[in-house]
């Protein structure tokens, strides 16, 4: 009986430790390297931000948020789409470094320790 309380125990600290993740519908990807969460939406259909001078790769689809700071749209020429990524389920909670983020059919918001973060769906964008 104590072996299983431990396993249940230790359940949501291992789903909170999950380094890569995706919601239900598979249009959004997050992953966490060295401590900056990064976020794709892979289909969407708001309006992008103004492209930055320079960018030449993809624009307006991923974002990044560290533990501190606001979050960013990124140019980035890849993506952290991964069909293998564990499913954060609709209604679910993921915590990693400094940051928390909420699944829901609505899309996904993520905040940091600064209470900075951002709101995704295929529909909106919005960083606060």
């Keep these: 009986?104590?072996?299983?309380?431990?396993?249940?125990?230790?359940?949501?600290?291992l789903a909170?430790?999950?380094?890569a993740f995706q919601l239900p519908s598979g249009n959004?990807?997050?992953a966490v390297y060295d401590g900056v969460l990064r976020?794709?939406?892979?289909?969407?259909?708001y309006a992008r931000p103004p492209r930055p001078p320079g960018c030449q790769e993809d624009w307006g689809g991923a974002l990044e948020l560290g533990g501190k700071g606001a979050a960013?749209?990124?140019?980035h020429g890849d993506t952290v789409a991964n069909p293998g990524?564990?499913?954060?389920?609709?209604?679910?909670a993921w915590q990693g470094?400094?940051?928390a983020c909420t699944a829901a059919q609505t899309g996904l918001r993520c905040t940091n320790g600064d209470g900075r973060g951002?709101?995704?769906?295929?529909?909106?964008?919005?960083l606060f």
């Design 118 to 126: 951002f709101e995704m769906a295929r529909a909106r964008l919005r």
């Design 39 to 45: 976020c794709d939406v892979l289909n969407f259909t």
């Design 85 to 92: 990524n564990p499913v954060l389920g609709y209604g679910r």
């Design 16 to 19: 909170s430790a999950q380094e």
């Design 28 to 30: 959004i990807h997050c």
């Design 97 to 99: 470094p400094g940051m």
């Design 1 to 13: 009986m104590v072996r299983w309380l431990a396993v249940f125990v230790l359940l949501p600290v």
């Design 72 to 75: 960013r749209v990124i140019c």
